[in-house]
């Protein structure tokens, strides 16, 4: 029986800039189904957080209820978490968010959890362009509660049982496209190879990084005819750009022809270059972004990679110029300056 | 990358890679599962069929398998193989039921065999079996060979080896002829024996020709001449400061017998640094334990004689220099001469082969080296029906090696005897048993357990020293064999892959926790080596590649370093990863 992963690992298993292998980036063994898409989705945070060398403990991890929302038991076990109530992750985030901007924040979500009871919070987190990544875990149906039909399942498209969803789905992207997300991506749990640079760039990114990831559940909605399982997705799969994720410290080794690469340089100086192909729209362009997803839609693609950029966007904290340093940072007498001070904002309040 | 035929038994027999090691391809992990589940008498019987002497082979095999173990990659120590085995043969029960009989009729071939060690003595029961007659001629008093003259009793009582030599001689069909000497190999291939297997050994101990040395002769010993006096009782005392030359196996036995028959100041002397020695580590690590320091970087100048009398000798310091080839050569220091006092010298500086019974005329042919010209396949000498086998073959090695020298020579007799050609030789058994039970659950013990080797119980120094007879170790105790038996990964539960059931959703890869398993883009050997999540470095072990994937990938699977822990098939959705039980039994002349 093995409900416990064996203790070794590879003996020449590579250690990064911190001296970690990725065995200090993993978390409880799972206890999804064999083949669920969000365990690759896992291993693809894993190999992000250990490549870009981020010591596990500044990170806090965060989600709702779901399958989706139990991976942060299976990856950064040694890292700050919070596992909070159906949908209500956004405030759990912004709060902790708040207290202190030093840290990491990755959200964790399913299609349930943000699309159908969380839709409300997950807008305003959105507007709020609170700094921090958000994956959702789509997989087009409430995995947990044995499958039922979720907001974001396409519209006629059919599930395990061959009854095709009758409402109109939720384009999660589009939807913080428009909602001013200043990062959106779409990825695919069976691609790492995109996935991986994906997460790390939405690291690097300041401000709200949201990444809808089409994952598959293989027990209540893999079947041929759902567009979320694995053989839908990987014969309808589009790429906008494809490209190369530089993190910061990493020298620019790749020699680009002219005119091929279009540089786009994130807050942290981290740069992603996308490759121009013809025909293809321009990822920095809002109302062209909502185009693709559009047409896309139309032509009965799924559109993957990064889907709008705009590493500028003013972050939360920012708009609302709050303290720099951790709340758990500041003396007492900082915190609670006393009565004068707050008869002093009060009055200029008036 | 071809696509890995896994239909070719090779490929998955090297992935047990103690059973492909052990020269006679004893199914290592089977027997120790059976340990570990306490069958011990299944477990000793697939050891007979294959090694002929657990119980022997329990406490003084050479043990090739244990460096070789999967376990040594990932962790510090291997299985102790070697000492499971005689788990088996401590607890099993009588086997005498158990063990094959030769026919009533014989089938009218008739064998001789040249010396009774553990090659000829293999090929007698091989053969007999078959209903071949046999006749061994050993000049010693007792069968076994050097199992029985120089193996201490120390570390192998002798019951232990009368025990499994009586279950060959009482097969039936078996003549023994002990204290005769065949002086000439001639007598018997005038005779009618249809074929000759000469086992014989590298009975001669190298002597070293230095000042003083005829004049010490009678307190300096050859020590393999010296060991076989002290078996056969020749030898009862030494005296109490001992000298002995030579790094290898011999110098241990040698310095360890002497300070139980007197010696109470033995040193060994070795002319090579210490980590070149040639003796095993474990036998080194023995000595050691029992007082005895190892003097490194000397070599002998010559035997100091006063009043005619040995005192002791004198050491050249050298040290060790290495050419750009890596190849060492021992250069003096240019210091003074060193003397060490001694009553008595024991040489175990090196053992050779000899063949005085072999005339010229007999038609065998010698190489250069003095050792005879065979096929090595078939250890079919320059005269059609003489063969070889064991240390005589292609010099000193070990007691597996010659078993399985035993094996092939029987087969090869086998196939001449009845008119075949001695290359068609005959196929492994391969036996397939799928491991699923359920969900999480296995038929072997497929958790991985991090417990380190345990260490063997002994005897107190002080009781061992005093009695040559007494063994020291004491084998492991039932519920220490389980925890070791548990170190084991079973090698033999292979992962197998079905690639048209793949749907590349990468449960395995991510779960696989020693990033065995990759799905890529198909390339040469050494580009995929290179791509892999680990690279894969280790040459020695193969690389499992499948058929294209609808993605147009591979799956990859790096053997090195899996633990066989049945991870990516408890997490595959659709069971492309399956865990199988590969059973794979050498092929003999009697497919027992
Ligand atoms: C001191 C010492 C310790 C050893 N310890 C180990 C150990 O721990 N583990 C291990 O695996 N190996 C050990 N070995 C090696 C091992 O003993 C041999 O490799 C093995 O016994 C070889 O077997 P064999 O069948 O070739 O012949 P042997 O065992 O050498 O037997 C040959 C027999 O043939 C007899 N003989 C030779 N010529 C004739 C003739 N013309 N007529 C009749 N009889 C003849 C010899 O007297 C002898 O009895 C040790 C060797 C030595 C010297
Ligand atoms: C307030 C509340 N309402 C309903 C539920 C029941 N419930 C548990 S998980 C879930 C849906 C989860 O779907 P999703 O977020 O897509 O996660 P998945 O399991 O598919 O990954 C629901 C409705 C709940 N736990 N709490
Ligand atoms: S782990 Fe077990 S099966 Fe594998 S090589 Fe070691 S002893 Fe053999
Ligand atoms: S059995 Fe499977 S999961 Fe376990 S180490 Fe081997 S390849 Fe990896
Ligand atoms: S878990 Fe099974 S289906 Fe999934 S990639 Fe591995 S072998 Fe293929
Ligand atoms: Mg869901």
């Known amino acids: ?350 | 990358m071809k696509p890995t035929d896994i239909k070719n038994p090779h490929y998955f027999h090297k992935v047990i890679d103690c059973q492909y090691a052990c020269p006679a391809h004893t199914p290592v992990a089977e027997y120790i599962r059976l340990i570990l589940h306490k069958h011990y008498t299944e477990a000793y019987m697939i050891n007979w069929v294959s090694n002929v002497f657990p119980g022997v082979l329990g406490r003084v095999c050479d043990r090739p398998c244990e460096p070789a173990c999967r376990r040594t990659r990932v962790d510090e120590e291997p299985v102790a193989i070697c000492r499971l085995k005689r788990v088996a043969a401590d607890n099993r029960d009588d086997v005498l039921g158990l063990l094959p009989k030769a026919p009533a009729q014989t089938n009218g071939k008739k064998i001789a065999l040249i010396g009774a060690g553990p090659a000829s003595l293999t090929v007698a029961r091989d053969l007999s079996i078959l209903g071949y007659e046999i006749e061994i001629f050993d000049d010693q008093t007792k069968l076994g060979g050097f199992m029985r003259s120089q193996v201490p009793s120390f570390r192998l009582p002798e019951e232990i080896l009368n025990t499994e030599i009586g279950y060959i001689t009482n097969l039936g069909n078996i003549t023994t002829r002990t204290s005769h000497y065949v002086s000439d190999i001639r007598d018997l291939l005038a005779q009618d024996y249809d074929a000759v297997f000469v086992g014989c050994g590298a009975p001669r101990g190298r002597d070293l020709d230095l000042p003083g040395r005829a004049a010490g002769d009678k307190t300096i010993h050859v020590g393999i001449e010296w060991l076989a006096g002290v078996v056969w009782g020749h030898v009862e005392k030494i005296g109490k400061k001992v000298l002995v030359l030579g790094g290898g196996n011999t110098a241990m036995d040698c310095c360890r017998t002497a300070r139980r028959l007197g010696g109470e100041d033995v040193k060994v002397i070795v002319r090579s640094p210490r980590a070149e020695m040639k003796a095993s580590e474990w036998e080194i690590e023995d000595a050691v334990k029992e007082d005895i320091p190892i003097i490194e970087n000397h070599t002998p100048r010559e035997f100091v004689i006063e009043d005619g009398r040995l005192v002791g000798m004198l050491f050249d310091k050298v040290q060790p220099v290495y050419d750009e080839n890596g190849r060492r050569r021992l250069e003096p220091t240019g210091e003074e001469p060193v003397f060490f006092a001694c009553d008595e010298v024991l040489l175990a500086i090196g053992q050779q082969n000899a063949f005085p019974f072999i005339d010229e005329n007999s038609g065998i042919e010698f190489t250069e080296r003095g050792l005879p010209v065979l096929d090595p396949v078939t250890l079919q000498s320059t005269v059609e029906r003489v063969f070889f086998g064991g240390d005589a073959a292609f010099g000193p090695a070990n007691i597996i090696i010659a078993v399985e020298h035993g094996h092939q020579a029987a087969i090869s007799i086998d196939l001449l005897c009845r008119g075949k050609n001695l290359h068609d030789r005959p196929h492994p058994q391969v036996k397939l048993a799928g491991q699923k039970l359920g969900f999480h659950d296995w038929i072997y013990d497929s958790h991985v357990t991090e417990d380190d080797r345990q260490q063997v119980p002994t005897v107190a120094k002080a009781k061992t020293l005093r009695d040559r007879l007494v063994e020291v170790e004491l084998g492991f105790s039932q519920p220490t064999s389980k925890t070791e038996a548990k170190r084991c990964l079973n090698c033999d539960v292979q992962t197998v892959f079905d690639y048209t059931l793949c749907i590349e959703c990468d449960a395995c890869a991510d779960i696989c926790p020693t990033n065995c398993i990759n799905f890529i883009e198909n390339d040469e050997e050494a580009v995929l080596r290179e791509q892999l999540i680990v690279p894969a470095r280790n040459q020695s072990q193969d690389l499992y590649v499948s058929d294209t994937l609808p993605t147009g990938r591979v799956m990859v699977k790096d053997e090195n370093v899996c633990l066989h822990c049945g991870m990516c098939a408890e997490r595959c959705p659709t069971s492309a990863w399956e865990m199988i039980k590969f059973f794979y039994k050498s092929a003999q002349a009697s497919q027992l």
Not at chain 1, 140 to 164: I, M, V
Not at chain 1, 186 to 215: E, M, N, T, Y
Not at chain 1, 242 to 263: G, H, K, M, S, W
């Open chain 1, 1 to 350: 029986m093995s409900y416990n992963r064996p203790a070794f690992r590879h003996p020449e298993a590579q250690k990064n800039d911190i001296g970690y292998t990725r065995k200090q980036y993993e978390g409880g063994i799972s206890t999804l189904c064999a083949g669920c898409g969000h365990d690759s989705i896992v291993s693809a945070i894993i190999t992000s957080f250990f490549e870009m060398s981020i010591p596990p403990h500044h990170v806090v991890k965060l989600s709702g209820i779901g399958c989706s929302s139990k991976t942060p038991a299976y990856f950064l076990g040694r890292s700050h978490g919070f596992n909070s109530v159906h949908g209500r992750m956004p405030s759990v985030a912004s709060g902790a968010n708040m207290a202190n901007r030093e840290l990491i924040y990755l959200g964790v979500s399913g299609d349930g959890d943000t699309a159908s009871i969380g839709l409300g919070q997950f807008a305003h987190v959105v507007r709020r362009n609170l700094n921090m990544i958000y994956i959702v875990m789509n997989n087009g149906c409430y995995g947990l509660t044995k499958g039922q039909d979720s907001a974001t399942a396409d519209k006629g498209s059919k599930t395990r049982k061959g009854a095709p969803v009758s409402f109109e789905s939720i384009d999660l992207c589009e939807l913080a496209i428009q909602l001013g997300a200043g990062f959106v991506a779409r990825g695919f749990s069976g691609d790492k190879k995109q996935l991986v640079p994906l997460i790390k760039a939405a690291i690097s990114h300041r401000g709200f990084a949201f990444i809808d990831v089409i994952s598959p559940c293989v027990t209540f909605n893999n079947a041929p005819t759902s567009t979320k399982s694995y053989s839908w997705v990987r014969d309808h799969m589009e790429v906008t750009n494809t490209f190369d994720f530089i993190p910061l410290r990493q020298e620019i080794t790749t020699e680009y022809p002219d005119n091929t690469a279009v540089p786009v340089t994130l807050h942290d100086g981290s740069i992603i270059k996308l490759f121009k192909q013809e025909e293809q729209h321009i990822v920095t362009d809002r109302k062209d972004a909502i185009a693709a997803i559009e047409e896309a839609r139309y032509n009965e693609l799924l559109l993957t990679g990064f889907l709008y950029l705009n590493p500028d966007s003013e972050e939360f904290h920012d708009i609302n110029k709050t303290v720099a340093t951790p709340l758990n940072q500041l003396d007492e007498k900082t915190l609670c300056p006393g009565n004068k001070a707050l008869a002093a904002l009060n009055e200029s309040l008036r």
